[in-house]
């Protein structure tokens, strides 16, 4: 029997999808046997990310609807044959699917899948509840604003009002250089504020640009910082107990100066 | 130029960091007590409650608030006094 894991955030724009690409393609390369759910119906990106958008025959709506069967609609992934992408419509809206669906899918994906990654849509409404519908498990993604923090806190109330408790987090694209500086918020800010616990903590870094450039999660380019970051996460997911990465950022030449000289 | 001397001085004029944790904390103040009008409806009967064992109040007219500036959150009550409860007195004395 699998687990269903729901990445959320609220906010858009923080990261869900290259969370959830990279979390299900670190689990797969673990030996893992998994599927990416995209339930973004009418802007499905997860595809795009993994670099298999032009595989898609069906869609997540063809499967709740009957259109099509479960096996039909599934995309081997390039890479790792034990990887799958249920892919989201792109022609219709949230409104397509409902949270009785997702359950039903839910229970048929556990038993085929260690697990299920659903990366769910922006926002507090239908995309959110068919998203959370059948999941065991919730993963909240925050970035290190306010913005992203306040829609994170909401989006904890709502998954315990769901009876989905114990979500983890991810901070996300955090610049230790800016943290330093202190022109930005610290995990330990953050995590003071959400009171949830911490699952990982992905520093920003050029090489997601990069590797969603190419549709190649960046967990597996082993120079990737943002990778690590996510190999490190997966292993979390999987029960192990590994520290967080180091983000220090070397000291620059003006800071050991202005130390030298008193001033800091 | 003012503000570069202070910082040069190490005497920084609060990072923004701070003033994102501050602002995220009152926000979320007022927005975890949006999310359940139950709960201060529930903290309204509890407090009616407690202040009942001292004094006679004026249910009808109590006002009960979260008020919110730009600088705090406060609940806010407004709650009229009857009279006060004699037994109370007593006993508090006898204590």
Known sequence: MGEVIVVTSGKGGVGKTTTSANIGTGLASNGHKVVLVDTDIGLRNLDVVLGLENRIVYDLVDVTSGNCRLKQALIKDKRFPNLFLLPAAQTKDKTAVNPEQMKTLADELKAEFDYAIIDCPAGIEQGFRNAIAGADRAVVVCTPEVSAVRDADRIIGLLEAAELRNPKLIINRLRPDMVKRGDMMDISDILDILAIELIGVVPEDESIVVSTNRGEPAVMDMGSKAGEAYRRITKRIEGEDIPLMNLDVPVGIMDRLKRLIGLR | ?95
Not at chain 2, 34 to 60: C, F, G, T
Request: proline fraction near 2%.
């Open chain 2, 1 to 95: 130029m003012l503000e570069f001397i202070s910082r040069m001085l190490g005497r920084e004029s609060a990072s923004s960091k701070t003033v994102a944790k501050e602002r995220l904390r009152l926000v979320l103040v007022h927005d975890r007590a949006s999310i359940s009008p139950a709960m201060l409806n529930k903290l309204r009967e509890d407090l009616v409650k407690v202040i009942s064992n001292y004094m006679e109040i004026d249910e009808a007219a109590l006002e009960f608030n979260l008020c919110q500036d730009d600088r705090e959150v406060a609940l806010v009550a407004n709650i009229p006094v009857v009279k006060m409860k004699r037994d109370y007195a007593t006993k508090g004395l006898a204590e």
